[in-house]
């Protein structure tokens, strides 16, 4: 497939999927949902692709849905958008969540809408110092969505959770990270850097097994105390059979670096 409104390439285990629409601030058309949706199986189907890095092109990260689609004539009947949210969003919420390795998100710039929501479905969360997450749903007449109103009190407690999604205020990177909404903040100019840094780094590790964990510790928000010890018990016994395991074990008996294959 060629894509138009994304780039993807993959290269030292590291998918790199860049929103590409920076004229409407990355904000999400069907056409660029259908893109981004064939570039994660693309990821999820191709065992070289062992960390994903999700970022945008341009001054800003994503506007979530592009309002000039939504923009009808005053007799003309709206768009059901759970139909869309069906369609479109939630798939792509669940399909970072579980694909099974590591996924980074790069913030490079404002984040709004569905757009500041998708990052909270990443594992390893960077922003540029200058980038802002909005909830700009109240600001006309919608409801957070791409997970929003689950990830947020999760992450910041439901407070902060309210304070965001009722008075839409910019939150700032740093504010984000004091709140512990992401990982890390970065230098605007260095933050493709540092995230792809980052991402080789991952992708040089045992993935399978960070897959797993990030598998636990998704589920861990919403499983009992036992639910969660039993999928723990299953999943050790996978990463168990794994044979990065057999090579993390050898070298670490051999006194050597080991040297792993995401298997
Ligand atoms: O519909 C469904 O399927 C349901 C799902 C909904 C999910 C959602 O995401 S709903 C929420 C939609 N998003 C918004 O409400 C955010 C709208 N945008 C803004 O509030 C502001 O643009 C920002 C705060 C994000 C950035 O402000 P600023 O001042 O830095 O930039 P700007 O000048 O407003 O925008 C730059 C350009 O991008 C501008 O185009 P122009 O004038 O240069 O030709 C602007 O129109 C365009 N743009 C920004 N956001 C969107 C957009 N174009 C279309 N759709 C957008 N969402």
């Not at 809408?113 to 700009?136: E, H, M, T, W, Y």
């Not at 230098?187 to 992708?203: F, P």
């Amino acid at each position: 497939m060629k894509f138009e409104h994304i780039i993807y390439s993959v290269d030292a285990g590291v998918a790199l999927l860049s929103l590409n629409r920076p004229q409407a601030l990355n904000s999400f058309n069907e056409a660029m949902h259908l893109e981004v949706r064939e570039a994660l199986k693309m990821t999820a189907d191709n065992p070289e692709a062992r960390v994903l890095l999700l970022t945008a092109e341009g001054r800003g990260f994503c506007a979530g849905q592009d309002l000039s689609d939504r923009n009808v004539a005053p007799d003309a009947d709206m768009p059901d958008l759970g139909l869309s949210i069906e369609k479109f969003y939630n798939p792509m919420i669940r399909r970072l969540q579980q694909l099974p390795m590591p996924v980074i998100c790069a913030v490079n710039g404002v984040a709004a809408g569905a757009g500041a929501n998708i990052p909270l479905a990443c594992d390893l969360v960077l922003a540029a110092r200058s980038a802002k997450f909005i909830q700009a749903f109240c600001k006309i007449g919608l409801v957070p969505d791409s997970g929003g109103t689950w990830f947020l009190p999760r992450l910041i407690g439901m407070a902060r959770a309210k304070q965001l999604a009722l008075l839409g205020e910019p939150l700032s990177a740093e504010q984000a990270l004091a709140w512990g909404m992401i990982y890390r903040v970065t230098d605007d100019e260095a933050l493709r850097d540092e995230a792809l840094v980052l991402a080789r780094e991952l992708a040089t590790q045992p993935t399978v097994g960070l897959g797993y964990i990030k598998r636990a510790l998704n589920h861990s928000v919403s499983n009992s105390f036992d639910e969660q010890l039993i999928l723990e018990r299953d999943l050790q016994s996978l990463a168990g059979r794994t044979d990065d395991y057999r090579e993390g074990v050898a070298a670490f008996m051999a006194k050597r670096p080991a040297e792993f294959k995401g298997r």
